[in-house]
């Protein structure tokens, strides 16, 4: 089981207030989640849900992932829990929102979820220690004109997924020259520049062969 808390010393004029808004943008533009936050009288309290129906609802995180952030001095409590999603985060109330660690459930949603918290401490660590200049802050959704589209059930999925979150089928193509992985609807591998597409022609007349043809349509030679 994973702790779902952690300590973090800010940098010199860093605030939590930045650090909050910080992972609002984090979990916005890089995984595709709404998220709303507001100042706490202990530090602050955001919450996250997810705009997409692949892991994310499988896993049980429909509702909201919950980020506290407790200040004391120079140093911030970053837990995350999850729970029901609240309006009244948008508008400045927390008092009635109950708190709850995140609990590691569910063999498929436990690593997930795992995976969630792994990636917000590591955004945090990076973004205090670079004083958040290497992060582009925002509390509103990103626009993911980038989404991969799934082949085989239409669902959107996040450029660096190699396999949909909601079907399993592979969202890259390989080359067949090499064997990278090819993004759909790519016509020549980035890897080696080989064509996507291997067009076969007739040995005798050079024609350009159907796939599963077995004699020339030009010359009438047998395709090897």
């Given at each position: 089981?994973?702790?779902?808390?952690?300590?973090?010393?800010?940098?010199?004029?860093?605030?939590?207030?930045?650090?909050?808004?910080?992972?609002?943008?984090?979990?916005?533009?890089?995984?595709?989640?709404?998220?709303?936050?507001?100042?706490?009288?202990?530090?602050?309290?955001?919450?996250?849900?997810?705009?997409?129906?692949?892991?994310?609802?499988?896993?049980?995180?429909?509702?909201?992932?919950?980020?506290?952030?407790?200040?004391?001095?120079?140093?911030?409590?970053?837990?995350?829990?999850?729970?029901?999603?609240?309006?009244?985060?948008?508008?400045?109330?927390?008092?009635?929102?109950?708190?709850?660690p995140l609990m590691f459930t569910?063999?498929?949603?436990?690593?997930?979820?795992?995976?969630?918290?792994?990636?917000?401490?590591?955004?945090?660590?990076?973004?205090?220690?670079?004083?958040?200049?290497?992060?582009?802050?925002?509390?509103?959704?990103?626009?993911?004109?980038?989404?991969?589209?799934?082949?085989?059930?239409?669902?959107?999925?996040?450029?660096?997924?190699?396999?949909?979150?909601?079907?399993?089928?592979?969202?890259?193509?390989?080359?067949?020259?090499?064997?990278?992985?090819?993004?759909?609807?790519?016509?020549?591998?980035?890897?080696?520049?080989?064509?996507?597409?291997?067009?076969?022609?007739?040995?005798?007349?050079?024609?350009?062969?159907?796939?599963g043809t077995k004699f020339c349509?030009?010359?009438?030679?047998?395709?090897a």
């Amino acid at each position: 089981m994973a702790d779902s808390s952690k300590v973090f010393r800010l940098a010199e004029g860093m605030t939590v207030v930045g650090v909050g808004e910080a992972i609002m943008g984090y979990l916005s533009s890089d995984h595709n989640m709404y998220a709303e936050g507001t100042t706490t009288p202990e530090g602050y309290f955001l919450q996250a849900k997810s705009q997409d129906s692949g892991w994310k609802k499988l896993a049980g995180m429909s509702k909201a992932t919950q980020v506290q952030i407790i200040a004391s001095g120079d140093l911030i409590t970053v837990s995350i829990g999850s729970g029901e999603w609240s309006d009244k985060v948008g508008a400045g109330v927390v008092g009635a929102i109950v708190f709850a660690p995140l609990m590691f459930t569910a063999a498929f949603g436990a690593w997930e979820q795992k995976k969630l918290v792994e990636q917000i401490f590591t955004f945090t660590q990076n973004y205090i220690a670079s004083g958040g200049k290497n992060v582009v802050v925002t509390s509103t959704p990103v626009d993911h004109g980038d989404l991969v589209e799934c082949p085989a059930c239409k669902a959107k999925n996040t450029p660096d997924k190699k396999f949909c979150g909601e079907c399993g089928a592979p969202l890259a193509a390989k080359c067949p020259s090499c064997g990278a992985s090819v993004p759909f609807g790519t016509k020549f591998c980035g890897e080696c520049g080989s064509p996507m597409v291997i067009k076969k022609v007739c040995a005798g007349c050079g024609a350009e062969l159907s796939e599963g043809t077995k004699f020339c349509g030009e010359c009438g030679k047998p395709v090897a």
